[in-house]
């Protein structure tokens, strides 16, 4: 289907497994990578004025070889609607309420940009935290952070990812209760094995018997295990979409 090769082996379900352990913004990166044409620009970022990370929604370049959980994306305020928008406030008499990053070092990952914003992502690679600060700055210690959330529906996101940073800053983890469970998971897996396999340029015979093994007849398959072939047939359109717009999917809902 391209020049690239499948970042995973399609035919492997355990290749894909750590997936069901992140969350759905794990699924948008594992699209990206996938990208020709974010592929194309990573390979050319260096050389070329036009390769800007931000037309992928992302702050800074990942390496598209980089797996999730492995890949620490810092996807923009503007593709992400979990993200925090925090600014220092005066921590006179509030020690119990500063937020020291230190503490959660071996989570982070920060990118400066040209305003001075501090773009701050907090995750073991499975689950992730994002926190814009602005005027301001957490590397200097602890600090008192006023977190503002405006909006109705947009204010949704923001207040479940405070929620999950307020936990977080106090206990250094997320308790098990936040962790991801995302109910599609192993349905998004599918599609993205479907995707490998385009890209490999397996037919869609192939694609059905290595999905659904034996409930493919031997023989007639097209006409035996016409479910199965409309089935493998919606996944092909899925993966082509999510392969030419990968951040069409539910990724930041």
Same mark, same amino acid.
């Given at each position: ?18 997936? /069901? ?19 194309? *620009? ?96 957490? /590397? ?5 952070? %006023? ?14 990812? *405070? ?15 936040? *962790?991801?469970? %995302? ?51 919606? *996944? ?18």
């Amino acid at each position: 289907m391209t020049g690239y090769p499948p970042p995973a082996d399609w035919r492997s379900p355990d290749a894909y497994s750590e997936l /069901l352990l992140c969350d759905r913004r794990a699924f948008a990166w594992e699209w990206l990578r996938r990208s020709p044409a974010y592929r194309d *620009l990573w390979r050319d970022a260096g050389r070329t004025a036009h390769a800007v990370p931000r037309h992928f929604g992302l702050l800074a370049w990942v390496d598209p070889n980089l797996a999730a959980p492995d890949a620490r994306p810092i996807w923009s305020i503007d593709t992400d609607p979990h993200v925090l928008r925090g600014h220092p406030a005066d921590a006179t008499g509030a020690a119990d309420d500063l937020f020291d990053v230190r503490s959660l070092s071996t989570l982070v990952s920060v990118e400066v940009d040209v305003a001075h914003v501090e773009h701050w992502l907090l995750s073991d690679g499975h689950w992730a935290v994002r926190l814009d600060l602005h005027d301001g700055t957490l /590397l200097g210690g602890p600090t008192l952070v %006023e977190h503002r959330v405006t909006g109705v529906a947009s204010a949704a996101p923001k207040i479940e990812a *405070l929620r999950q940073f307020i936990l977080l800053a106090q206990k250094g983890r997320l308790p098990a209760s936040l *962790l991801p469970r %995302e109910r599609r998971a192993a349905q998004w897996i599918l599609e993205l094995r479907v995707g490998d396999a385009l890209l490999a340029g397996a037919p869609q015979q192939a694609i059905a018997r290595a999905l659904f093994r034996h409930a493919i007849a031997p023989d007639r398959w097209r006409i035996e295990s016409a479910s199965h072939r409309l089935r493998v047939q919606r *996944l092909v359109r899925v993966a082509r979409r999510y392969l030419a717009a990968p951040l069409s999917g539910p990724w930041f809902e």
